[in-house]
């Protein structure tokens, strides 16, 4: 009998709620929760041994430790595959369950799988890297997912071929595979154009990717009565974070009032990004959110002035569609207080 | 008085008599009997050796599921003869400039020419006859003869390009005309009525055109029709029966994988496919050439008269088909684009270069009307090639070939390329029965 482990969070590793999200990684025999219908589905070939909780926040605030604990958990038990979640849309969970799954896999070389909301952030980063099931949005879909993530760990288990997410409802990893056809090129074409010109439904064996172009605002005219903004992704926030904006895949950005400050100082401004040393931006917030340089130049008259808020949000493995939504929304607020431009940096 | 002489032929007719090839052996008399084609290597060598820019040619034989390879490969031609109709096979070559089209030609199936010897430039390709290689093309299921032509020393690569070009060509009319005399084993005719003529027999189907993107852009980028460079020419109609019997001619390599040779010019399978369907499904109004310059306002020009001589022709949709990759992305969208603007629909069909691992984005350009698009193949997969007993040609020029690198040639044999080193892997005409899916 194959051996595996299963991880889940607090809540469906019945911890408890969000009150237990800080918990550290556990580990228990056999399975849990969603693991008991999981062994079920696995039957006679395999069997899930112990199952690892770890607390959503903890997991977020220290992902290192608790990726290092999780993984020393996993090197004792040396399973033959781990399966996490699923985690459904759940963004915290999600994230954890790749990370694990991904990590586990690159250590041990053996299978993994979660299951996720195909818009759940951790599908967008380790869909390439890791099968993920196909979730429903929430946990009313549990047993919808459950026989399709028993199957494919079977497949997985046993070292058998995978095939297409279609046939076995893994989100597409992004991979374009050649792949033998009935008819040849030139036929399905003309199906293809007599259907179009039918007005039938048909599929383009190739959707066109969308090439975001920004086309660049023209250049100030007039710098001397300009306001302008600083809008930062390198996650400088007041100190303490007050919006709690996470540290990897930011769900939300900031406004912060910089009226009458000089500069940012390392007393009242961090950075929360996830994503780069933050060792320079933590000595000076400055070298992330440049204030100082545009106090400087505006007190020689290099320009109108400053807005006298600043935008912030951590860029650190953000789903496009968000960082879309932020951007759409800190223009408007841009267009309200009648700023005519903005210093964007990044980290 | 009668002002329209009903009596006019309104229909063109083409009928192809088909011969199989079971085999190609060397013998002392050309001849074909019994789908054995016998090939006399002196007589056939004298006829290409008129040519003086030739200095030698020997000839090699390859046939479905021999261990063998055959690199560097410029084109591959399919023989066919005319027994009758207006001019010849191969206009502007074999035959004089006259239109063809119409008669009775002969071809011969399940064989091919491909033209190798000296290399030109990189842009030649591999055929593999058995193994994983022989999965990617049709010709691997061909009875394949190989004139190996060695050009006269000094010979600049334009000429040396035309000389291997036209001994391809005269070497597959050489072949077909062996059959004139005997019955073939198959008959396909098709019909093609005039323009106006179609348009008052079949006012209710959807009418069609096959835009067909040809490259031009110099060297071993080139091709013809009617013996012309059509670099230079404004967008034209052709009709589609003419390129069955050889008015486009491929001088083109591109990727190896992507080229469209001379044989699928002869084969093209979506001027067929739309020619079984005429009268039936739609109405095939005929072909229109774009050419597929390195220039953008040339690619601008082309795709705008395109759009025009569609206009009108009054046409509703119509399959527009790419040779090459990269830069053509752009006449391929701009045809696509401004079609769809005058409310033309489009298929377009091309291929795809997107990383060995399949994962980057795989066209140059594109343009969001493209909402219908065939592709053959993703040009960048990586494929260890089995070794061969033997090899003909010149194994060495796979290191340089599109598709190859210094390593592709394994110390056991194998040959490590992607498959846009093998001949029309991926041929944006749909010649083959490959295409891409998301994993």
């Known amino acids: 009998m194959k051996e595996i482990v299963h991880y889940l969070n607090q809540f469906y590793g019945q911890i408890g709620g969000e009150e237990f999200a800080d918990q550290t990684p556990i580990i228990r025999d056999g399975p849990i929760g969603p693991g008991v219908a999981l062994q079920s589905l696995l039957a006679e070939e395999a069997q899930i041994t112990s199952t690892i909780i770890c607390g959503d926040n903890y997991f977020a605030d220290h992902q290192d430790e608790a990726l290092e604990k999780i993984l020393a958990l996993i090197d004792e038990k040396r399973p033959e595959m781990l399966i996490a979640g699923p985690g459904f849309n759940a963004g915290r969970y999600g994230l954890a369950c790749g990370t694990v799954c991904d990590a586990v896999k690159s250590k041990f070389s053996i299978p993994v799988l979660t299951a996720l909301y195909p818009e759940n952030p951790g599908a967008e980063m380790f869909k390439k890297t890791v099968y993920i099931v196909k979730a429903p949005i929430s946990a009313a879909g549990m047993k919808k997912v459950m026989p399709a993530m028993g199957k494919l760990a079977l497949k997985l288990l046993r070292g058998e071929e995978i095939g297409f997410p279609e046939e076995e409802g893994y989100i597409p990893q992004g991979f374009r595979i050649n792949v033998h056809t009935e008819k040849n090129g030139a036929e399905r074409g003309v199906d293809m154009l007599i259907k179009k010109l039918r007005g039938e439904p048909f599929t383009t064996e190739l959707p066109m990717p969308v090439f975001d172009r920004v086309v660049p605002a023209p250049a100030l005219k007039d710098l001397a009565h300009a306001k302008i903004a600083l809008i930062t992704s390198g996650g400088i926030v007041p100190q303490g974070n007050p919006d709690h904006i996470e540290s990897a895949n930011a769900s939300l950005y900031g406004i912060y009032d910089i009226t009458g400050l000089d500069n940012l100082t390392a007393d009242k401004y961090m950075t929360v990004h996830g994503g780069y040393d933050p060792v320079y931006a933590t000595e000076d917030p400055n070298r992330v959110l440049p204030l100082d340089a545009m106090r400087a130049i505006e007190r020689e008259g290099g320009f109108g002035e400053l807005y006298n808020h600043y935008y912030a949000t951590v860029g650190n493995t953000t789903a496009v569609s968000n960082a879309k939504r932020y951007a759409e929304e800190i223009a408007q607020d841009m267009l309200r207080n009648q700023i005519q431009a903005a210093i964007l940096t990044s980290t | ?439």
């Open chain 2, 1 to 439: 008085m009668e002002l329209i002489d009903k009596t006019k032929e309104e229909t063109m007719k083409l009928t192809l008599n088909k011969f199989h090839v079971k085999d190609i052996r060397f013998a002392e008399q050309s001849s074909f009997a019994n789908g054995i084609l016998y090939i006399d290597k002196k007589d056939l060598a004298a006829y290409l050796m008129e040519d003086s820019n030739i200095q030698s040619v020997d000839f090699d034989i390859a046939r479905p599921g021999e261990s063998v390879r055959i690199v560097p490969i410029k084109d591959v031609i399919q023989p066919r003869y005319k027994k009758s109709g207006s001019g010849q096979i191969f206009p502007g070559y074999v035959g004089d400039v006259e239109t063809v089209g119409n008669g009775e030609t002969n071809v011969l199936e399940e064989c091919c020419v491909a033209t190798s010897g000296k290399i030109v430039a990189f842009q030649e390709g591999i055929i593999d006859m058995c193994g994983l290689g022989a999965e990617f093309n049709s010709f691997s299921k061909m009875n394949i003869l190989v004139p190996l032509i060695q050009p006269i020393d000094g010979i600049d690569k334009h000429t040396h390009e035309a000389t291997v070009r036209i001994a391809g060509l005269k070497t597959a009319a050489y072949m077909a005309k062996l059959s004139l005399a005997l019955a073939p084993d198959e008959v396909e005719t098709f019909e093609h009525e005039s323009i106006l003529e179609m348009g008052a027999k079949y006012p209710d189907l959807p009418k069609v055109v096959y835009v067909d993107m040809v490259q031009c852009q110099g060297l071993m980028h080139d091709t013809y029709i009617y013996g012309l460079n059509v670099k230079g020419i404004l967008s034209t109609l052709i009709g589609p029966l003419e390129v069955l019997d050889g008015a486009i001619v491929s001088g083109n390599c591109a990727a190896p994988g992507h080229k469209n040779a001379t044989i699928h010019h002869e084969n093209n399978p979506i001027i067929m496919d739309l020619l079984r369907r005429h009268g039936k499904e739609l109405c095939f109004v005929g072909v229109l050439l774009s050419n597929e310059s390195a220039m953008l306002k040339e690619k601008m020009r082309a795709a705008y008269y395109t759009s025009n001589l569609s206009a009108l022709l009054g046409v509703d949709g119509m399959i527009i088909s790419e040779e090459g990759g990269g830069n053509p992305e752009t006449d391929l969208m701009l045809n696509c684009r401004f079609h769809e603007q005058r409310g033309i629909k489009t298929v377009l069909v091309t291929d795809e270069y997107c990383g060995r691992d399949g994962a980057s984005q795989g066209l140059a350009d594109v343009t969001p009307e493209a909402d219908a698009v065939i592709t053959n193949g993703n040009g960048n997969q990586f494929v260890v090639l089995p070794k061969m007993d033997r090899v003909i040609g010149d194994i060495e020029t796979a290191r340089v070939i599109t598709g190859g690198n210094a390593n592709s040639i394994g110390a056991d044999g194998t040959l490590s390329v992607e498959i846009a080193a093998i001949m029309g892997s991926c041929c944006e005409m749909g010649y083959e029965r490959m295409t891409t899916r998301l994993r």
